[in-house]
């Protein structure tokens, strides 16, 4: 991995901080995508220390803003020809109905559109790989438990009929129809997939989410497998020569082909969630994609 270049989204935690770690020791260069500049560097040089790895960057990146998500691409752009591997990783789960700073439903904004963003604002350097670029995407196996309600993207149902589990399923099954999509678009310049990383113990339903979810979630933490561990089908998406002509499929934490649920497989609807989201975010979109 020592000539690679990887951007990790939400690397400073959780399992973004062990997929860095991993693919730090062997070599990568990486690139700690974070909205918390302090957190971001503190691991970037604790990383250092484990590994010996000198070659890892901070870029601050705030998934709830577009302009945040654009400048960070120009950062990236200006100073790094290629993108080797982008990891769409960083997530937030919360009970209650929040707005990113261009208007959308947080999880929603951040899980999907961010990335979306992000994706598109990274394609010069992620083209310049020249087919061996890949693209992960982070969803979970919570996907299958919800549909697309176009009608709820903005909140517009309101804080009373706000239901966090449901939003946070939406968002992660977008992940899934983004990944379908984005291989049927650019699947000849790039491979993608997604992936469930397990149920993991990281503090995901500990920052935002209500008092009752968070208690739980800490009790049921103990009988959750390790970030670490969580990271492994990260890290194998990444860096495994078995996949690098697999594209826009969907992997379990075992490393294993799941298939998505039927919703995740309709074509019409990724199509139609591409185009929704392309022109979200299209006042912060160039020529690139
Ligand atoms: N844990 C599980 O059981 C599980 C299961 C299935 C899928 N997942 C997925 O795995 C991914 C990683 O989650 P995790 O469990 O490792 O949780 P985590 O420890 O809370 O890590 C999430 C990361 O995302 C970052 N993040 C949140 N909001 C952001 C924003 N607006 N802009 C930029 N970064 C932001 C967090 O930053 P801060 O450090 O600043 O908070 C953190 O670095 C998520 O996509 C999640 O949906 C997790």
Redesign the pocket.
Same mark, same amino acid.
């Given at each position: 991995m020592k000539d690679k270049t990887i951007l990790i989204?939400? #690397?400073? *935690?959780?399992?973004?901080?062990?997929t860095a770690e991993r693919l730090a020791g062997w070599g990568a260069h990486l690139v700690l995508?974070?909205? *918390?500049e302090v957190?971001a560097q503190l691991t970037a040089q604790a990383i250092t220390e484990k590994t010996g790895n000198q070659n890892i960057d901070t870029l601050p990146? *705030?998934?709830?803003?577009f302009s945040?998500i654009r400048a960070a691409a120009d950062e990236f752009l200006a100073e790094h020809p290629k993108l080797d591997v982008l990891i769409?990783?960083?997530?937030? /789960?919360t009970d209650s109905l929040e707005l990113?700073e261009d208007g959308y439903e947080?999880q929603f904004g951040?899980?999907h559109l961010?990335h979306f963003l992000l994706t598109m604002a990274l394609m010069p350097a992620i083209r310049c790989c020249r087919l061996c670029s890949r693209v992960i995407n982070?969803?979970?196996?919570?996907h299958k438990k919800s549909g697309l309600d176009f009608g709820s993207f903005k909140g517009e149902h309101g804080p009373k009929a706000y239901n966090g589990s449901k939003h /946070?399923a939406q968002?992660?099954l977008a992940?899934v129809l983004f990944t379908m999509e984005l291989d049927r678009r650019f699947g000849e310049e790039l491979t993608t997939n997604c992936l469930? &990383?397990?149920?993991?113990?990281?503090?995901?339903?500990?920052?935002k989410a209500g008092t009752l979810t968070s208690a739980v979630w800490s009790m049921y933490k103990p009988f #959750?497998i390790t &970030?670490m561990k969580?990271a492994d089908t990260s890290v194998y998406l990444a860096a495994s020569p078995e996949v690098k002509d697999v594209s826009g499929r969907y992997f379990d934490e075992n490393q294993c082909l799941q298939k998505p649920s039927s919703i995740a497989r309709n074509e019409q609807l990724a199509r139609r969630l591409w185009e929704y989201s392309e022109q979200a975010v299209a006042g912060f979109l160039r020529e690139e994609a």
């Open positions: 989204t939400g #690397a400073n *935690d959780g399992i973004g901080r062990a995508a974070c909205r *918390d957190k990146l *705030d998934l709830a803003s945040s769409n990783n960083a997530g937030c /789960y990113t947080l951040v899980n961010g982070v969803s979970s196996a919570l /946070y968002s992660k992940n469930h &990383p397990g149920v993991v113990g990281t503090r995901l339903a500990n920052k #959750a &970030p969580g």
